[in-house]
């Protein structure tokens, strides 16, 4: 074996070790435990302690994590609650991704100037917007099972919004990405999206059928989650290469494929696995040693606090402007807004794949650390007191 295989073992010790502590910790106290595995790999990484480079290996794994994420929120997916709720949750989570768009981007845009719609620097702005666009439901989801509101109508809104706020985020990071390239125009991009959800519906279905008859005679056998990964890589593979499509957009679609077959949640269960033991800490870990604080400076520092307040209020006039228009009551639209608003994986994921393609400095994943932490914090304080303020009367469905 040469040196270099040896640090690369070195560096994975080094980062399972840290990753799990901080992780660990995190959770100790309330907050992501994804906050706590970006931090460790901030302190060993090359801005604080230096014990771990971003090589080449390293970057692949997290991509590897990026893709087993996505697919696991493909494979999470409730198809039957987004039927149920579908109207209400889609036309708030277009409000939940159009307000943060513009928002975010009309912000980049005074703070930093931007010369023309044509400049590259217009591109930069409207792909902070894009990172203002995720959502993460987990800390939510929790909080509304600790209050017995989890099955309620503007919880099971909530949740469908978040799902569907992330597939309608992610094609916009898709737009986006290619819009980079001056030689590719919006009708390319336009055809080449609608192509690819067309091949998805075909290879979809076949490939659901297939999945039903192995699930049926082979229940509960490892062949099942080995098929399911690999669909996972192809579909991947098959995005990027094929339609031009971000890669994390056709994992996240193989797992909406097998999110309804018998054994979904066993390959979810077996998928959580590898990403748990190492593919995720390596991916966010990775994202703490992508973060340059050595430009770290004053004008970042007020663009940050600006970007984690824009970020929060734009996701919660969007939601809460369409909850009111759906009819919801004024507290139960304020509720949704405020569920919509924690920021989690997915936000990583996109600022991930903005910086391997240039659109973004590492600098900036500080904002979204940021952004994450304080909507983690807050999104539970505030829905305990607004779901203080419901009246009693109204049902509540209790988690059995």
Known sequence: MCMQTYDIFKSLAIIIIFAKLFGIGARKIKIPQVVGEIIAGLLIGPSLLGWVDNTAFITQMAEIGVILL????????????????????FLIACAGVFVPLVCGTVYYMIFYGVKSVSS?????????????????VSITVETLKELGFLKSKVGTTIMAAAIIDDVIGIIVLTFVISFRDTNVSLGRVCFDTLMFFIFSIGVGFVT??????IDSRYPHTRRIPIAGLALCFAMAYIAESVFG?????????????LCSISDSDYIARKMDINSYMLFGPVFFASIGLKTDLADFSLSLLWFSIGFVLIALLAKIIGCSLMARICKFNGLDSL???????????VALIVSQKGLSVGLISPVYFSAVILLILVSSVMTPVLLKLLFSKVPKQQPVIEEH
Do not use: H, N, W
């Open 120 to 136: 590259p620097d217009f591109i930069e702005a409207v792909f902070v917007g894009t990172i203002m666009t995720a959502t993460s």
């Open 70 to 89: 996505m697919f696991s929120a493909g494979l999470g997916t409730d198809i039957k609650e987004l039927r149920k709720t579908g109207p209400l949750a």
């Open 335 to 345: 509720i949704c807004g405020v569920g919509m608003m924690t920021r989690g994986e």
């Open 208 to 213: 659901y059928k297939l999945f039903q008859i």
């Open 245 to 257: 499509i971000a890669d994390i957009t056709g994992a996240y679609v193989a797992g909406i494929i």
